[in-house]
């Protein structure tokens, strides 16, 4: 009871001066990393918050993951756990006043709404100051069929309890890291620790790249026609010629001299690039035609040359 009663003390010194509206009377536990209390609920259940590993607090209300900022001005709060992957949409609050940036696969995003984060792509937040530079959380977000990933990190403060692939369960070989190399259903689950929840990631993994074919291209040139094949509806296809976008003929076939790039990408990400070159030539109607022009020269010079001649005698 003593040692309950001196812990009490400093707390409630330290929330007569805190400007956040903080209950004076509070006497519970603290955040050993911030200072903060931890609330119980009124009747006497399960913590409301709970320590999911260090300076990071999970509310059992919100099913929100809180980050400590490091000059322990506040919290960042996020609905997935720093390190997970999800096909969900991701929500973030910021303390008011809190410089950050976020960033998706390297390049800064000037404007998101941090409260439904849902497009793919590997995410970075981090937090700046006058003294502080530093990323508060990663996550990454996948469509429900992907080629983008080929292994899961399973966040700290997590352990994997299982692992299924086209409906078998696979032998658990460790409790932090999953193999996802091979292609088919993945339904993968890892349960938090501190407040028991489990977590599934359910996804398609194909890394097959599209199956294009560009016949009549040999070491990256033609000297003829160019047909292109493989390209699906479900494909995102870009064709430029000489550094111009173009669009792709209705029967697929390019016959304009020229350097091309083809770039192809399909449901999973997965991407088919290559540039090639169709050299000048003639097809049977440039031949035709200047075949045609060759005789029209032809019969000019010679009608001009007897008509000199017609000159001349005379």
């Known amino acids: 009871m003593l040692k309950s009663k001196l812990l009490a003390i400093p707390a409630a010194a330290m929330f007569a001066v805190n400007p956040a509206g903080i209950d004076m009377d ?5 955040d050993p990393y911030s200072d903060l209390p931890i609330t119980d609920t009124q009747n006497g259940d399960s913590q409301q918050t709970v320590f999911v590993s260090n300076g990071i607090t999970y509310d059992m209300k919100t099913h929100m993951f809180s980050y400590l900022i490091p000059d322990k001005s506040g919290y960042v709060e996020s609905s997935v756990a720093d390190g997970m992957i999800t096909t969900d949409s991701v929500s973030i609050t910021l303390p008011s006043g809190l410089s950050a940036k976020i960033y998706c696969d390297g ?8 409260s439904e984060i ?30 983008l990933i080929s292994s899961y990190q399973i966040p ?32 993968i689950t890892s349960r938090c620790d501190a407040n028991g929840v489990d977590y599934r990631l ?6 097959t790249p599209p199956q294009i074919i560009l016949q009549g291209v040999t070491d990256g040139k033609a000297r ?10 479900s494909d995102y296809a870009k064709l430029s010629v000489e550094g111009k976008n173009i669009s792709i003929p209705s029967d697929y076939t390019l016959e304009a001299p020229g350097k091309y790039h083809i770039y192809v990408q ?3 990400g997965n991407i088919f690039s290559q540039d090639f070159e169709i050299k000048f030539y003639l097809n049977m109607q ?11 020269a032809a019969g000019v010079f010679f009608y001009m040359y007897i008509s000199k001649r017609k000159l001349k005698v005379r």
């Open 202 to 207: 359910n996804v398609e993994i194909d890394h």
């Open 107 to 114: 390049e800064e995003e000037a404007d998101i709404d941090y």
């Open 26 to 30: 509070y006497q519970g536990e603290l």
């Open 118 to 147: 849902s497009d793919p792509g590997s995410y970075a937040l981090v937090v700046k100051g006058p003294d502080i530079q530093y990323q508060m959380l990663k996550f990454t977000i996948v469509s429900k069929k992907t080629g």
């Open 224 to 233: 003829g026609p160019v047909t292109i094949s493989g390209i699906t509806k």
């Open 266 to 268: 399909d449901d999973a």
């Open 156 to 187: 700290a403060g997590f352990k994997l309890t299982k692992v299924v692939l086209n409906g078998e369960p696979q032998r658990i070989q460790s409790l932090k890291t999953v193999d996802m190399k091979a292609e088919g259903e993945y339904e």
């Open 286 to 296: 440039g031949l035709i035609f200047s075949l045609l022009a060759v005789g029209v």
